[in-house]
C-alpha cells in the first residue's frame, strides 16, 4: 500500500474566499505587468499591419495555453489528481504526475515540430485575409514559427501549476506570467531596436519575447514542485490508468473549456480582411476584458475546481451546491460593475492607457467601439467560468460540448447577421459595396469600425454560452439555488446604479479624452475610477453587505 502524502495532508487554507483572494493578488500583480507591456506594444508599434501579424501569430500558440492554464487540460487533470489524493498514497500521485508529464511532452513535441515546419501553410487558415504570398503574411508566418514553442513550455508550465493549484499553492502559478510580460517589454524596448538596426522588422523580437517567456514560466514553478515531492521524471504513460482518464476527459473539453476562444479565432480570421489595424484593436479590447476576466474569473474557477472536484469525490452535494451558489454571486457581485465601468469608460481608459506614441486618437476611437460592445459579456464569460468547472468537476465532459457547439455556430451566426446588416443598412455599407464590385470581403475592408461587429458577435455567444450551461446545471438538479437571492439582485441593482450615476455625472463634465495631455487624463481617469468604486462599494455596504458575506 502506498505511503500517505504528506503534502495532502497539510492543513487546507480556511475558505475559498481567501484562496481566490491569494490568486486574485497576484494575478493583479500579473495584470498590471501585461498592462505596461500593452502600453509598450501601444507607444513603440501602434496599430499597424506589422502588429496586427504578431498578434495574430502568437494568438495561434496562446490558444494553447487557454486550453491547458484555464480549460481543457486543468479541467480534465485537476479532477483526477483530487481523486488520486483522497483515495490513493503519495506514491500514487507522483506516478500520475511523471506519466502525464511524459505523455503531455512527447504530444507537444510533435505538434510544435509540426507546426514549425508547417507554418507557411497554417498561417494562411488563421489570416486568409493577409495573403500568403504578401509582406505581411510571410511575416505572420515568420513569427508562428519563433512563438509555437510556447506552447510547448506553457503547457508544462500549466501542468506544474495544476499541481500546485491541487495543494492550495495559489501564488506561484499565478504570479509566473509577471515573467512573460517582463520578457516582452525587454524585447519590445531593448532587442526591438538592435533587429532593426541589423535590418530585421523590429516587431520580431516580440516573437522572441514570447519564447524566452515560456521557458522563464516553466522554470519559475519547477523548486516549488520539488518541495512537494512532485517533481516530474517524464515517462510514457498513455496505459497508465490515470493518464487514459485524463484523455478521455480531455478530448470533449478541448473544444467545451474554450469556446471564447474558438470564437476569438474564427473572428480573427475575419478581422484579416478588414482595414488594417483591425486585429490590433481587437487585441487590446480583449487586454481590458482580461483585467475582471483574469483577475476574478479565472481566480474563482481555478479555486473553486478542486474544491467542487473534492465535494464531489467525498459524495457532497450540498457542499457541492453552496460552492456553486457562493461563486454565482461573486461573479455577479465583480461582473456587473466591470461591465457598466468598461462601457461608460471605455475611451477613457483606452486614451489613458494606450494613446501614447504611435498608438494615435483614432486608433483610441476604433478600440473604443469594440471594447464597449465586448464588455457587455463580461457577466457572463465570469459565470462561465464558475458553470464550466461544475460539470468538468463532475467528469461530465459532453454537457459543455453540445453548449460550446451551439456557441460557436451562435456566434459566426450573429457575425454574418451583423456584417450583412452593416453592409445592407447603411450608407457607408452599401458604398462599400459598390466600391468593391459586390464583394462582400473587400466591401469590409473599407469601412471603419467593421470590428466591432466581431466583437459584439462574441459578446452574444459568450450570453449564448452561459444561459445554455445554467440551463443544463438546473436540468441535471446538482445545484439548488439557495436562499436570500431576491434580496441579493435588489441591493446588486441598487448598487450598480449608484456607480452608473456618479460615473456619467462625472464624464458628463469630462470629455474629449483623447486630446489631454497624458498626465492630465491619469487623474482623471483615477477620479472617475475611484468615484464609480467608492459610489458601488458605499451601496452594498448602505445596503448591509460585509466582506463576511462573501465567505464560503
Known amino acids: 500500500m502506498s505511503a500517505p502524502d504528506p503534502a495532502a495532508a497539510a492543513p487546507r487554507r480556511t475558505g475559498l474566499l481567501r484562496s481566490t483572494a491569494v490568486f486574485s493578488a ?196 519547477l523548486p516549488s514542485l520539488a518541495r512537494l515531492g512532485l517533481l516530474p521524471r517524464p515517462r510514457w504513460g498513455v496505459a497508465h490508468a490515470g493518464v487514459r482518464r485524463i484523455m478521455k476527459l480531455m478530448v470533449p473539453t478541448l473544444f467545451g473549456a474554450s469556446v471564447a476562444q ?77 461591465c457598466l465601468g468598461l462601457v461608460l469608460c471605455a475611451e477613457p481608459l483606452i486614451a489613458t492607457l494606450f494613446q501614447h506614441g504611435n498608438f494615435v486618437a483614432h486608433d483610441t476611437a476604433m478600440a473604443r467601439l469594440s471594447l464597449v460592445a465586448q464588455a457587455t459579456a463580461v457577466p457572463a464569460f465570469l459565470l462561465v467560468k464558475v458553470l464550466a468547472p461544475a460539470f468538468y468537476s463532475r467528469q461530465d465532459t459532453k454537457t459543455p460540448v453540445k453548449a460550446a457547439v451551439v456557441s460557436v455556430a451562435g456566434n459566426i451566426l450573429f457575425t454574418a447577421l451583423l456584417m450583412l446588416g452593416l453592409l445592407l443598412l447603411t450608407g457607408i455599407g452599401r458604398e462599400a459595396m459598390d466600391a468593391s464590385g459586390g464583394n462582400p470581403f473587400k466591401a469590409l475592408g473599407r469601412i471603419p469600425g467593421a470590428h466591432a461587429c466581431l466583437a459584439l458577435a462574441i459578446a452574444l455567444a459568450g450570453w449564448l454560452n452561459a444561459i445554455q450551461l445554467w440551463w443544463y446545471l438546473r ?53 472617475v475610477v475611484g468615484a464609480g468604486a467608492l459610489a458601488y462599494g458605499a451601496a452594498l455596504w448602505l445596503q448591509g453587505i460585509r466582506p463576511r458575506h462573501l465567505r464560503h
Open 26 to 221: 497576484m494575478t493583479f500583480l500579473s495584470r498590471v505587468s501585461g498592462l505596461v507591456r500593452d502600453q509598450v506594444y501601444a507607444a513603440v508599434f501602434g496599430a499597424s499591419p506589422a502588429m496586427d501579424a504578431f498578434v495574430v501569430a502568437f494568438r495561434i500558440p496562446n490558444f494553447m495555453r487557454r486550453l491547458s492554464a484555464e480549460g481543457s487540460f486543468s479541467m480534465a487533470f485537476v479532477p483526477v489528481l483530487a481523486e488520486y489524493k483522497s483515495r490513493h498514497g503519495h506514491d500514487a500521485v507522483k506516478e500520475l504526475v511523471d506519466r502525464v508529464a511524459g505523455t503531455l511532452t512527447a504530444f507537444l513535441l510533435v505538434l510544435t515540430a509540426a507546426a514549425v515546419l508547417l507554418a507557411p501553410w497554417i498561417m494562411p487558415l488563421f489570416a486568409p485575409g493577409f495573403g500568403a504570398d504578401t509582406g505581411q503574411g510571410q511575416l505572420a508566418a515568420e513569427m508562428l514559427r519563433i512563438t509555437f514553442p510556447y506552447a510547448l513550455f506553457i503547457s508544462l508550465a500549466s501542468l506544474a501549476g495544476g499541481i500546485l493549484n491541487s495543494y492550495d499553492r495559489f501564488a506561484i502559478p499565478a504570479l509566473s506570467p509577471v515573467l512573460m510580460n517582463l520578457s516582452m517589454i525587454a524585447a519590445a524596448l531593448c532587442l526591438a531596436p538592435l533587429m532593426q538596426s541589423w535590418g530585421y522588422n523590429p516587431v520580431l523580437a516580440l516573437a522572441w519575447g514570447v519564447f524566452a517567456a515560456g521557458i522563464l514560466q516553466l522554470g519559475f514553478q
Open 262 to 338: 474558438v470564437n476569438l479565432l474564427l473572428n480573427t480570421i475575419m478581422a484579416s480582411f478588414l482595414i488594417g489595424g483591425s486585429v490590433t484593436w481587437l487585441y487590446y479590447t480583449d487586454r481590458l476584458l482580461e483585467f475582471p476576466l483574469g483577475m476574478f474569473g479565472v481566480a474563482i474557477g481555478t479555486v473553486i475546481l478542486p474544491h467542487l472536484s473534492s465535494r464531489h469525490a467525498s459524495t457532497d452535494p450540498q457542499g457541492f451546491s453552496k460552492a456553486l451558489d457562493w461563486g454565482f454571486r461573486l461573479c455577479l457581485l465583480i461582473g456587473v460593475p466591470a
Open 475 to 527: 436540468r441535471a438538479a446538482v445545484y439548488a439555488v439557495q436562499p436570500g437571492w431576491k434580496t441579493f439582485l435588489r441591493q446588486l441593482a441598487f448598487a450598480a446604479a449608484a456607480l452608473v450615476a456618479v460615473v456619467m455625472a462625472i464624464l458628463w463634465q469630462w470629455q474629449d479624452w483623447t486630446t489631454w495631455p497624458w498626465w492630465e487624463r491619469i487623474w482623471r481617469l483615477a477620479v
